[in-house]
Nanobody, 117 residues
Framework: QVQLVESGGGLVQPGESHRLSCAASGFIFNLYVMGWYRQAPGKQRELVATIGRSGLLNYGDSVKGRFTISRDNAKNTVYLQMNSLVPEDTAVYFC???????????WGQGTQVTVSQ
């Protein structure tokens, strides 16, 4: 059974840093592209960042230079380090695992991040 369990969401003040984690199980983690996506109220889900099997990185324009995605294949975990947070980063953040050919795609349940005073 595939599971992606996000953790680390919460209330954060503008300008602060925060880290999300996603623990994966039920599939061969190091063969999958791992990613973070987010969805704000009334908006479509958007790409935050992805990290490939070999470590290739891709970021959404709105987070470039502020967020860093990383993965620990030994722990089957992907992380999202978020720096210089702004209110516009408020969203539900979802973890995604995608097979190389895109045949399989799994989602976590999401974790809420709220950036506010």
């Amino acid at each position: 059974q595939v599971q992606l369990v996000e953790s680390g969401g919460g209330l954060v003040q503008p300008g602060e840093s925060h880290r999300l984690s996603c623990a994966a199980s039920g599939f061969i983690f190091n063969l999958y592209v791992m990613g973070w996506y987010r969805q704000a109220p009334g908006k479509q889900r958007e790409l935050v960042a992805t990290i490939g099997r070999s470590g290739l990185l891709n970021y959404g324009d709105s987070v470039k230079g502020r967020f860093t995605i990383s993965r620990d294949n030994a722990k089957n975990t992907v992380y999202l380090q978020m720096n210089s947070l702004v209110p516009e980063d408020t969203a539900v953040y979802f973890c995604n695992a995608r097979s190389g050919a895109g045949i399989y795609s799994y989602w976590g349940q999401g974790t809420q991040v709220t950036v506010s005073q």
